[in-house]
């Protein structure tokens, strides 16, 4: 069937913000899902509130809006660009989610707007869990025993026919919020409330526990001439009770044999077939009684999802970007597979190497939560690796973590862990259980004691058992003959070991190791991932290394015969807290840009959410953990004439001076220069030099030192390891005290590198600049300011773009510094540069002579992509080659909200403070300050209220400051209602308020308001080292029941203009295009 | 564990170990794509005089199990992996698969590089190839291969085919009997008649066409089997005599074979096809079925008489012919497995379309 010529125009609307639960993975599938149709000739009309993705770039859809994800928002712009269709199905949940509420609201009738690929009825249908199980139960699927309820009472009178222990799934959530598993009555009430509560239509399933059974996935397609296929299998290392997010899992399946794979497949299609899914991709998960085979069908996802992008990333099989063909009427027959080019897409991938994915974790950034996980997701991204076996794949994936683990390694010593503890953490599923599990079998456990206590498949321990074997197999060695014989080095490195490992076990230096086997001849070669196991020819040049007998990069790139120069980007790894999809838009730009300048672009990532680890991206792509050793693998067959290492945030950068050290030309900004901004004490005397403020600081190396510094700095001080991303670690401190409990908890952090010590500016303005220098001219893209004083990381401060209070000549002192600063170091690309406004006199923070995390921020507001300019001038252009608009002409305000992940961390306060906690971002745009910050703050899912209460209560130091922000809510209508302390202070300052209490006595008191729904907004400063504890719980209420919580007074005045505008005048939407059309005429080249 | 080689006929040397059985063993090199299915593809007598080489690189995963044997023999000459499971888990394994070939005497190596293997095959096409653990001289070992037959022109059926007939009963009461001429037949070809209340009277490939039609079947199969069809001359005519008289339906070989019968040619595919992820069109209903897929020689289309055969099911890869059927008789024939086993299930239909047909004709 040919595409559909009934509709022109179609709307896509996006993810939004990355959450957890929610990451890049989306913006690969939007991005893929926008260039198929603009491809077909359709006109798109892209929504998404996230700035930081390439789905939003301006050359990606027709008309490209970076608007709040609400009904509200979508309307005004359906009503702008009246499209024909809705293509609801690859925005994630939340994409999801809003198609359903705009179907409901009417909107999508009252604009005669079809949902393409599932219609509502069908995504009800998947996703309301009442109506699955129906549609389950009509086909002879077999699912665990489950009841709904709709409340608490309900629910208990229901859990007895289901006993203990059970599972509460709340429906209409992602990420398995508001679910939980209850061992009894207890638990069970808890968590029974709170899914009640977070589901949309306030509904919970509660299950039988299927906990310890094997987990599998399915991804399915199908067209609209009803064809069906697997794209792909996936089996979970975890067993059930683990959130697949959170599980390490496994492609294809390992341990089902043909006839109960056939089986499942069986399932899938009937279950697509039933549930109606007209075209598009579907992931269905089931779990398998490992005693009896019995198979259960747990849930399916009628979308693109993590699981797709990771299904695509592991087979070659784009599955968001075929979807949106069928979506247009395509059938499966009728699209080429990209990668063979002669077979079509109607076919079921089959793969000739193993691919592990392991969550990544940031426990580390929330000490109060415990690292245990359960249904809820918690991992914030995630590495996927190849090998050609499992234990290949899992070494290779484990390193790729850049948790500091070289592969399943020894970090600890098995010897000195307690039994009691090995118990617990092979029982209790956590974040580093992986690990556990090679000490327990050190430790002497057989494979079956692991296997009862772990409930993870024996096959899979069996593999860990094998490493460790292989592993005590080179001890032995080592002990006998200090060294280790070719045959069994190249059975390491066939099993995954990589030299540092081996450098470890052989008390070599993994240099040593390298030139050891490269002697030998034991060297990484490369495979395609071709979607067919080689039946077929592959043009597609997407590589994993392994250690085989024949290297096919080689044999291609010698086929090839290019004379193109070659630049290599590294990635930034698996996305964390602090590192995410900001440095993937840096490397694709980087990549696109450097295509069009004619060079042939490599791109090495271990990312599978990415669009850089799409084999679209970059003329080819190495799927590789970014390690000095995996790095250098790939620079050693293609030996590239440049290599990019300012684009992928802080991973590539802390390889840079291996890389340079082994001869690795490194292009852009030196690796010396690059030191010299990260060496404090250099950096330090530069500044000096230059004659720049700074806050006072010193480094140091010791306990003593420390001490005697902070003295001399002054307290308060901003003290932190060196050689840290996102603020990890970093604390401010008042006094003595609190540094030497800091300093007793840091020890395991800085491993060796100095501690740093700042004097902290208190009430101190931050400002952000991102600028290009060419060695010779800089250009300033942005200068932002934040929201938040300095002490916020800049990270989880909200900022705008340009200033809106900063005077003038600040802002040229900050510019003319920024130049000089560029041009003293040296820079060759991006530059970023952290400054702060004290009393009119400006200090540098700090200098970033890399991308930053604001990159595709400033790129999205001002219309030009920093990255790509950047990396052209990398590439030898200066600055003079571009024509580049004037910032300072910016005719609209951007603002940039931080997304916060705090209601997956029961129990941690919800304080911002300088160690960086938000996984995503939005941008609010407007032609008012306060509009646009209202805009933010709805995409950040925080809609300002525009009447009702608000609640205030700050510390002594605020209390005089927030009378007038108190007073301006009260002209603004709303009530005020306050603690005693604050109370007083507005009422001197004659501001009507109503005293009420925290949380104790009586019913007039904060929580109780706050649970009943009758504060909208909560203006909360945290006082100093004073006992916290009822705050806290209202704080934590807050978050629960998405009441905006704001914990700056800057936030507040912010939010006060914000709400000023949402009063006083209708928002309107407008495209980036038009947006850049308005206020940047000058010929644009990026 | 010993050191082992596979040499092809070309020259090409691969190498490996053996972690059980030891010697050497000939074959035609061919391999198969399936990420499931090892002992169904080890039992399938299809296979028969051929080195299988799985593409997927772990191999033994899930165990060996009592249900899912094609046949009561292992019929590959030799098998290649990149690394077998030494650890099974399955609630349904009895046995590890490195048991199982080595109680079944099968020479299997592994810690090939398959993938490089499977491209040389691809590329080179499927050859004649030995396994060993003793001889390792190039010469030798090529002047072993020059002297070993090829499969074109080998008649494999009169080794598999059973030596005396055999009745598989009905699952439930009989409503059908139906005559199947074993030329390697799959057990779950059996299986699947059964459960459509078929009881199948299994003829040795050599039973003539007066004593087949003695049991008064009321369809006649011809199953699935290794080697050269053209060769196969004794099914041929069987299956020309009784065009008209009984509704026939054959699988695979099956399919050559009613090919040849109606005047057709058949050919060698360069490297075959083996997996189970084949796209194949059925023109009758205009749906894609995935496909389990096991031969090395086609019905060519050209060589029909399109005026009395036609083309119903075209394989979407590389176009060539899946099935045809007779215009005027009750007769057609599949080229892929419908019976899967290992593979999906999207074909089983063709079962039931044979018993429409066998309903149609009595009629």
Redesign the interface.
């Known amino acids: 069937m040919p595409k559909r010529n009934d509709i022109k125009k179609i709307l896509i609307i996006g993810a939004g913000p990355i959450v957890i639960g929610q990451a890049c993975e989306f913006d690969y599938s939007g991005s893929q899902a926008c260039k198929a149709l603009k491809e077909e000739g359709y006109e798109v009309v892209l929504v998404n509130s996230n700035p930081a993705t390439i789905m939003t770039d301006p050359g990606i859809a027709d008309a490209t809006y970076v608007e709040p994800l609400t009904p509200e928002f979508i309307e005004k712009i359906i009503k702008k660009e009246r499209p024909d269709a809705l293509l609801p199905t690859l925005g994630g949940q939340t994409g999801l989610n809003l198609a359903m509420k705009l179907y409901e609201q009417g909107i999508l009738e009252k604009y005669g707007i079809e949902m393409l690929g599932a219609k509502y009825e069908v995504i009800k249908k998947a996703e309301d869990r009442a109506e699955f199980k129906a549609v389950s139960i009509k086909i002879g699927l077999d699912l665990p025993k489950s009841v709904f309820a709709y409340s608490v009472e309900e629910a208990i009178t229901q859990v007895e026919s289901i006993g203990f222990p059970c599972i509460i799934r709340a429906s209409f959530t992602l990420g398995g919020t508001g679910g939980g598993i209850a061992r009894n009555m207890d638990e069970f009430e808890r968590i029974a409330a709170l899914g009640i509560e977070s589901s949309m239509i306030h509904e919970i399933l509660i299950e039988e526990s299927i906990e310890g059974w094997k987990e599998y996935e399915l991804e399915v397609m199908r067209d609209r001439?009803?064809?069906v296929?697997?794209v792909c299998?996936i089996e979970n290392l975890d067993p059930m009770g683990v959130h697949t997010g959170d599980s390490i899992t496994v492609a294809?399946?390992?341990?089902?044999?043909?006839?109960?794979?056939?089986l499942m497949?069986?399932y899938s299609i009937k279950l697509i077939r039933e549930i109606g899914v007209e075209t598009g991709g579907s992931n269905i998960q089931f779990a398998v009684?490992?005693?009896?085979?019995r198979m259960v069908i747990i849930e399916m996802n009628p979308r693109v999802s993590r699981s797709s992008a990771l299904a695509s990333k592991a087979t070659g099989f784009p599955i968001a970007k075929f979807a949106a063909k069928l979506a247009v009427g395509y059938t499966?027959?009728e699209i080429q597979n990209d990668i063979t080019k002669?077979?079509?897409a109607?076919?079921?991938?089959?793969?000739?190497?193993?691919v592990v994915k392991i969550p990544r974790f940031t426990f580390e950034k929330f000490p109060e939560a415990k690292d245990i996980l359960g249904i809820q997701m918690k991992s914030v991204g995630e590495t996927m690796a190849i090998g050609?076996?499992?234990k290949e794949a899992l070494q290779k994936g484990l390193r790729g973590l850049e948790i500091d683990h070289i592969g399943l390694d020894n970090k600890q010593d098995f010897r000195y862990i307690e039994d009691e503890k090995i118990k617990l953490r092979l029982m209790e599923p956590n974040a580093s259980r992986i690990f556990y599990l090679k000490y327990a079998l050190q430790k002497g456990y057989s494979?079956e004691e692991v296997v009862k206590l772990s409930k993870i498949?024996?096959?899979f321990i069996?593999q860990i058992a094998?490493i460790l074997e292989i592993e005590e197999e080179l001890n032995s060695a080592v002990s006998l003959t200090e060294t280790v014989s070719p045959a069994l080095l190249r059975k390491a490195k066939e099993n995954g070991f990589s030299d540092a490992q081996l450098a470890e076990i052989m008390n070599k230096s993994e240099k040593d190791i390298r030139q050891m086997r490269k002697e030998l001849g034991i060297v990484a070669t490369f495979?395609l991932v071709d979607t067919?196991?080689?039946?077929?020819?592959a043009y597609t040049p997407y590589y994993y290394s392994t250690y085989?007998?024949?290297d096919?990069a080689i044999i291609n790139n010698k086929k090839r015969a290019s004379k193109k120069k070659k630049i290599m980007i590294l990635g930034g790894g698996p996305n964390r807290i602090g590192q995410g999809i900001e440095f993937d838009y840096c490397c694709c730009h980087a990549s696109f840009a450097l295509k069009e300048m004619g060079f042939e672009t490599i791109m090495i990532n271990s990312n599978p959410e990415t669009v850089s680890t799409d084999y679209d991206t970059s003329d080819r792509l190495y799927f590789e953990p970014l390690t000095f050793e995996d790095v250098m693998n790939v620079y050693d067959v293609e030996k590239p004439d440049g290599v990019i290492v300012q684009f992928g945030g802080q991973t590539p950068l802390n390889l840079a001076r291996r890389l340079h050290q082994a001869g690795v030309p490194i292009i852009g900004t030196s690796v010396d220069s690059i030191d010299l901004a990260e060496n404090r004490e250099l950096f330090s005397k530069l500044i000096n030099e230059l004659k720049i403020a700074q806050p006072a600081n010193a480094s140091t190396t010791s306990k003593e030192e420390t001490l005697i510094q902070a003295e001399r700095v002054g307290y308060p001080v901003l003290v932190r390891p060196s050689y840290v991303l996102g603020g990890r670690a970093m604390r401010i401190v008042y006094d003595e005290e609190s540094l030497r409990s800091f300093l007793d908890e840091v020890h395991s952090v800085s491993r060796g590198h100095p501690v740093l010590i700042d004097k902290f500016l208190e009430d101190a303005q931050e400002v952000d600049v991102d600028a290009i220098c060419d060695g010779q001219d800089v250009y300033i893209g942005g200068v932002m300011e934040h929201i938040e004083n300095a002490g916020i990381h800049s990270g989880d401060s909200a900022c705008v773009l340009p200033p809106y209070t900063l005077r003038e000549d600040i802002v040229n002192e900050i510019k003319a510094h920024t130049v000089r600063l560029a041009k003293t170091l040296k820079v060759i690309g991006l530059l970023n540069i952290q400054f702060a406004v004290k009393g009119h006199r400006v200090y540098v923070l700090e200098v970033n002579p890399r991308a930053s995390r604001t990159s595709p921020f400033v790129s999205k507001a001002i219309g030009v992509s920093l990255p790509k300019i950047a990396a052209q001038i990398m590439a030898g252009k200066t600055l003079k080659d571009f024509q580049l608009p004037n910032p300072d002409d910016l005719k609209y305000f951007c603002v940039k909200e931080s997304v916060l992940p705090f209601s997956r961390f029961s129990g941690v306060d919800i304080i911002l403070g300088p160690e960086m906690k938000s996984t995503g971002e939005v941008m609010g745009t407007a032609n008012t300050f306060g509009a646009a910050f209202a805009k933010a703050q709805a995409a950040a899912n925080q809609s300002l209220p525009q009447r009702g209460t608000v609640f205030i209560s700050v510390n002594d130091f605020d209390k005089r400051h927030v009378s007038f922000i108190a007073q301006k809510l009260a002209d603004l209508k709303f009530k005020i209602l306050a603690t005693k302390g604050t109370a007083q202070v507005l009422r001197t300052n004659g501001v009507e308020v109503a005293i009420v209490d925290k949380h104790h006595e009586g019913q007039n008191n904060a929580l109780t308001l706050l649970k009943k729904s009758e504060i909208n907004l909560i203006i909360n400063t945290p006082s100093g080292k004073k006992s916290q504890s009822d705050m806290r719980s209202i704080r934590a209420a807050a978050i629960l029941h998405n009441i905006p919580c704001i914990t700056t007074l800057q936030g507040a005045w912010a939010a006060v203009y914000g709400i000023e505008a949402c009063l006083k005048e209708e928002f309107t939407v407008e495209s980036l295009q038009s947006l850049y059309r308005s206020n940047l005429p000058a010929g644009r080249q990026a | 564990m010993k050191e082992a080689i596979l040499y092809l006929q070309d020259g090409t040397a691969?190498?490996g170990r053996t972690l059980t059985q030891t010697g050497e063993t000939i074959g035609e090199a061919v391999?198969n794509?399936?990420?499931?299915?090892y002992?169904?593809v080890l039992t399938d007598p299809s296979y028969t005089a051929q080195i299988v080489i799985m593409?997927?690189?772990?191999i033994g995963?899930?165990g060996i199990?009592d249900?899912?044997q094609e046949s009561d023999a292992i019929h590959v000459k030799g098998f290649v992996v990149?690394?077998f499971?030494?650890?099974?888990?399955?609630?349904?394994s009895k046995q590890s698969i490195i048991e199982y070939l080595d109680e079944n005497k099968i020479l299997a190596i592994e810690g090939v590089?398959?993938?490089?293997l499977?491209?040389h095959l691809?590329l080179a096409g499927a050859m004649k190839a030995i396994i060993s653990t003793e001889d390792f001289d190039p010469k030798s070992l090529q002047a072993k291969l020059d002297a070993a037959p090829s499969m074109e022109g080998a008649d494999l059926v009169k080794d598999v085919s059973t030596q005396k007939k055999y009745v598989w009963k009905a699952k439930g009461p009989r409503r059908y009997k139906i005559a199947a001429i074993d030329c390697g037949i799959k057990w779950n070809i059996l299986r699947i008649f059964a459960g459509l209340g078929c009881e199948i009277h299994v003829f040795p490939a050599k039973t003539s066409f007066k004593d087949i039609m003695a049991i008064k079947p009321d369809g006649l199969f011809l199953s699935n089997g290794p080697g050269d069809p053209a060769v196969v001359t004794y099914v041929i005519d069987t299956v020309k005599q009784a065009l008209g008289k009984v509704p026939i339906f054959g699988i695979c070989l099956g399919n050559q074979i009613l090919g040849l019968a109606l005047g057709g040619s058949t050919y060698k595919l360069k490297f075959g096809h083996h997996?189970?992820?084949?796209?194949v069109?059925d023109f009758e209903n205009?749906?894609?079925g995935?496909t389990s897929q096991n031969h090395g020689f086609c019905v060519d289309i050209n060589s029909l008489n399109l005026d009395e055969v036609e083309v119903i099911h075209v394989n979407?890869?590389d176009q060539s012919v899946e099935g045809i059927r007779h215009k005027k008789y009750p007769a057609f024939s599949i080229q892929y497995h419908p019976e899967?086993?290992?593979?999906?299930?999207d074909s089983k239909y063709l079962f039931e379309k044979f018993i429409s047909m066998i309903e149609q004709h009595k009629k």
């Open positions: 001439a009803d064809n296929v697997i299998s294809p399946a390992q341990t089902l044999t043909d006839a109960e794979y056939q497949r069986d009684n490992p005693t009896n085979g499966l027959d002669e077979t079509p109607c076919f079921e991938p089959t793969i000739d190497y193993v050609r076996n499992f494979i498949d024996v096959w069996d094998q495979k067919c196991a080689a039946e077929f020819e085989e007998t024949e096919e | 691969f190498h391999f794509t399936a990420l499931t299915g002992q169904e593409t997927y690189p772990l995963n899930y199990n249900e899912d990149k690394e499971s030494r650890r099974p888990s399955n609630w349904r590089d398959t993938r490089a499977t491209r691809r997996g189970i992820n084949h796209p069109k205009n749906r894609i995935i979407l890869n899967s086993a290992p593979g999906p299930h």
